[in-house]
């Protein structure tokens, strides 16, 4: 049972246009949210986060926007650059003890910005 | 400033070996949480420690155990290796009692058992 799921596997996007990537999550006690980027090869690197709390966070190209009635998060990259192609991961966490806990990820959207 | 180090960054172990992953933590960061990440699929939490004591676990079996030591550096120890145990192994780390904190990722150690 995912709690975090990206539905789609793959996404193309021409350079200078905009790319969206979705998110949606299952368990409504998730108070925080993030992104992170993966190139092959490397770990994961954090790009961007959300508090349930607000709706949207900019920062730079990237901003994240938060729905949650309707357990949705989505990232919008404008404009999509050709470094920008990587694999996207959402990921969820609820308080514990006081801190974050720990993440749950989706699956990834793989990103390709083609010049 | 030296980010989330680990080592090795590959490893090859027959089934039912044993093998030991270690993690160092970004500077000043007290949290350490390690992931396994099965090819196309997202990191899974294994476990995460603070101050030398395991907080927090996820769906493995006991064969995945850790420690924690006083400078905040850990070790995953994976018992037994079966097949399925090929994965790349991510460790993260943080800083505890933050508002919002991010937890920085190390380059990970690809395991493949054989």
């Known amino acids: 049972d995912q709690q975090v799921k990206q539905n789609s596997p793959s996404l193309s996007v021409q350079e200078g246009r905009i790319s969206i990537l979705n998110c949606d999550y299952t368990?409504?006690?998730?108070?925080?949210f993030l992104w992170y980027k993966k190139y092959p090869a490397e770990g994961p690197t954090f790009l961007i986060s959300?508090?349930?709390?607000?709706d949207k966070n900019e920062d730079g190209r990237f901003t994240v926007f938060l729905n949650k009635s309707a357990k949705h998060l989505s990232l919008h990259i404008v404009p999509s650059q050709p470094g920008d192609s990587a694999v996207y991961f959402c990921a969820a966490s609820e308080e514990y003890g006081g801190s974050q806990g720990n993440l749950i990820f989706g699956k990834g959207t793989k990103l390709s910005v083609k010049p | 400033d030296a980010g989330v180090t680990q080592s090795p960054t590959h490893l090859i172990k027959t089934r039912g070996q044993q093998v030991t992953l270690r993690c160092s933590p970004k500077?000043?960061?007290?949290?350490v949480s390690w992931y396994q990440q099965a090819l196309g699929q997202g990191p899974q939490f294994i476990f995460q420690y603070y101050e030398e004591e395991e907080r927090q676990r996820g769906n493995f079996p006991d064969r995945f155990s850790g420690h924690q030591f006083p400078n905040y550096s850990s070790e995953l120890n994976v018992n037994a290796l079966l097949l399925g145990d090929s994965a790349l192994y991510l460790c993260?780390?943080?800083?505890?009692?933050?508002?919002?904190?991010?937890?920085?990722f190390g380059q990970g150690t690809r395991l493949t058992v054989v």
């Open positions: 993260a780390s943080s800083l505890a009692g933050q508002d919002l904190p991010e937890a920085f």
């Open positions: 368990n409504s006690m998730f108070d925080y």
């Open positions: 500077s000043g960061h007290d949290t």
């Open positions: 959300i508090s349930s709390i607000k």
